[in-house]
Structures are given as C-alpha cells and as structure tokens.
C-alpha cells in the first residue's frame, strides 16, 4: 500500500510564499512520476504540476507557470511544491499523488496523499 503524506501548509498572506512537501512510501518511489494538485472550496480537484521519475521533466498549468515549481529528491522519497507570490485565488486544498505522467496530468493518478491546507489572505 502506498502512502502519500503532505505537510508545509498554513496561513500565509498574499505575496508570500510555501513551501510543501509530500512524504511517500510503500512501493519505489523513484520509478513514478508524482503530481500536485489543488481544490478549492466548491471547486472541483485541478491539476498543478507533474515530475517525471527522475526530476528532468515537470509540466504546469499554464496559470501557475512562474510562479509554481515541483521538484523531487528520490533519496528522501519526497516531493516539493515551492509556492510563490501567492495570491487569495491559491486558497485550496493542496494534494499530492502518484501514478504515469499521463493519468498525473488527466488527473487520474494511482493513489492520493490525504491533503494540506493552504489559505491565502488579502
């Protein structure tokens, strides 16, 4: 069984930035890409970003570009969403989750981690 935990959220006021990291076990973690994704209150779950296995590549959504960078360290199992300039529209719960770069980005990963909160004040 894979187990995905997130961390690194809070409150941060508009402007700031985050950090979040995303724990995983149970299965090898460097043969898998891992994704970030976010749902906002009312809102269905949306893709962020997605690493491939070995960190070379990583894909966004196009809104978050610039401003948003995954990244992944395989010898801690760990995966990093740096958060940037954030703004009140980043408020959302962040989740992180595993599976092929393809089901990532369609949002139909293998497994999910259980969520952080990240509420941005105006």
């Known amino acids: 069984q894979v187990q995905l935990v997130e961390s690194g959220g809070g409150l941060v006021q508009a402007g700031g930035s985050l950090r979040l990291s995303c724990a995983a076990s149970g299965r090898t973690f460097s043969s898998y890409a891992m994704g970030w994704f976010r749902q906002a209150p009312g809102k269905e779950r949306e893709f962020v970003a997605v690493i491939n296995w070995s960190g070379s590549s990583t894909y966004y959504v196009d809104s978050l570009k610039g401003r948003f960078t995954i990244s992944r360290d395989n010898a801690k199992k760990t995966v990093y969403l740096q958060m940037n300039s954030l703004k009140p529209e980043d408020t959302a719960v962040y989740y992180c989750?595993?599976?092929?770069?393809?089901?990532?980005?369609?949002?139909?990963?293998?497994?999910w981690g259980q969520g952080t909160q990240v509420t941005v004040s105006s």
């Open positions: 989750a595993t599976g092929g770069w393809n089901n990532l980005r369609g949002v139909r990963p293998d497994y």
